[in-house]
Structures are given as structure tokens and as C-alpha cells.
């Protein structure tokens, strides 16, 4: 069991969480007024688990200010391009079921007292990273359904690890350092800047990075270990090194372009104005009890709210 002194900072990558709640629930699940809910009441749950079975003494749910930051598409045009809807009135990738939950969301993670932060033009990956980054004493989870998180894992000054909700929280993949290493390759005594440097030789189309054609995972992975930095790599492929097979040194030298600004989009902020809602300390109780019971009434929410209440009523320390 967690004492005190070893339970954890969490950091929940919000936006990741209650996206994949939306589209593993059905739309079915929803409020009197036929308001869909599916989004408020799978975050509400995976929250409810991640206080269960972390039992974090802190908690912080991470949130985009901006989700496509002007200094990210200044030094990346395509970043994130295919996510910007042609017509403001019809956003296929932010559907308005969901973007009618986020507020509940909200309102709900105030009654029950439990933090969020954001930081104006940034992602909720800076936020991350940011916390993270200052976190010297207890170890971090961050909760995210995003691999480009994997950048922050790291076992000094105090641990940090990423739990991968991809399939859901019960499904959910932890990686530090050592797994990092073991699924792709890469040191593990740097895995975390590593993977970075990886993810952006391997470009990610999810998000409008074409990253260097003909190289993927595994040698992208090999590169960045043999030669211990994007920026080493680079510098030896440019110098000729016949460490680098002729084609691939090729690829990368016409691909210098992107991969001079690539990092810059790759890797997360780590001292962006983070601003805190509240103190991020988990509550023993739930700060607005009747609120939320109100809004667990108005918008038929059922069980999930009863979970969340439960456990965050629930000190595993006590």
C-alpha cells in the first residue's frame, strides 16, 4: 500500500481523457433534455479509478488553453492542420456533443475540489511538462492516452511515469525509463529526451508532422542511440560520417529543413506560466457536496458521480 510519503503527484492529461470517454461510450448516455453526457460520465469514472487504485495525495487535471499553439505553427505550418475545420460552422473534430460536456466536466471536478491548471498559448503536454518538470520531492504519474508524453519519463530528482490509457484505464500500459527502453530500443538512461528525438525523425501525421520519409521507429530508435542526440545525429550526418548508411545520411540532409525546427514542436514547454485552480492536495472530502449532487441530478449522471464521491471521500492514508 502507498504511505504518505510515497504517494503521488497525478497529472491528468484532461482533454486526451474525456475525448476517449466520447467515443467509447455511446451518445445514447444522456441528460433529460437529451444533452449526451457519455464524455462527463467515462472522465468522471476513470478520475473515480485513477483515486482508487493511485492513491495520489496530489491531483491535477491538465488542460489545453490552446491546442494548436501559436509559436508550434510559427515554427511548423502543418502542425495539427488537418485538425482546423474549413467551415467554423461544422468542426468535424471537435464535435459539439462534446464540446457541451467540457463545461460539466468542469464544474463537476470544482464541487468535488480537485484542481485543474492551464497556461494561456500553450497544451495541456506543456502544463504536463511543466508540473513535472518542477516536481522534485513525489513521484509523477501522468494519466494520458498521448505517447508524446513519453518524453517526460525520467527516474531523478524524483520519478516520473506515464500510465497509457489508449485502451481504457483498465488496459492501461505504465512506462518508465526501463519500458521505454525495452519497447523501443532506445537508452534508458535517457529514454525520455530519447523517445523526443525519436518522435520527431519518425514525424507523427496525427499531428502534422511528416517527420524524414524512410525512416521509422526502429531507425529512427537506432540513431538517436547510436549517436545520443537529434542534434549529434545531425551534426555527423552533415560531416559525412560513415557511421550513417549513404541513403539515410541523404534523407537527412534534405530533410535539415524540418528537422531544425521539428524539436521546437516536439517537445513539451517546461517552463510555461502554468496558473492553478486551487491547491492541487486531494481533498479528504468533496469540497461542494451539495453542487454535486446537483449537478449529478441535472444531468443524469448517475453512478459516475457517486464513484467520484466515493473515492475522493475515501484517504487510503488515514
Known sequence: MLTRVTRPLVLLDAASLYFRSFHALPESLTSEDGTPVNAVRGFADTVARVLTDRCPSRLVACLDADWRPQFRVELLPS???????????????????????????????????????????????????????????????????????FQLVRTQPSAASVHYVGKGWNK????????????????????????????????????????VPGIGDKTAARLISRFGSLEALLSAAEQGSGEIPTKTRTRLCEAAEYLTVAPGVVRVVRNAPVAL????????????PERLTQLQQRWNLGGSVDRLRRAVDSDPAA
Do not use: W
Request: aromatic share 4%; hydrophobic share 35%; proline share 9%.
Open 79 to 149: 502542425y495539427k492542420t488537418h485538425r482546423v475545420p474549413t467551415d467554423p460552422e461544422n468542426d468535424d473534430d471537435s464535435p459539439d456533443a462534446l464540446a457541451a460536456q467540457v463545461p460539466i466536466i468542469l464544474e463537476l471536478l470544482e464541487a468535488a475540489g480537485l484542481a485543474t491548471a492551464e497556461a494561456v498559448g500553450y497544451e495541456a503536454d506543456d502544463v504536463i511538462g511543466t508540473l513535472t518538470t518542477i516536481e522534485s520531492t513525489a513521484p509523477v504519474e501522468i494519466v494520458t492516452g498521448d505517447r508524446d508524453l
Open 172 to 211: 492501461a500500459d505504465t512506462f518508465g525509463p526501463a519500458e521505454i527502453s525495452a519497447q523501443y530500443g532506445l537508452p534508458e538512461t535517457t529514454a525520455g529526451p530519447a523517445y523526443a528525438d525519436m518522435a520527431a525523425l519518425r514525424g507523427d501525421p496525427s499531428d502534422g508532422l511528416p517527420g
Open 277 to 288: 485552480s486551487k491547491d492541487d492536495r486531494v481533498p479528504t472530502t468533496v469540497a461542494d
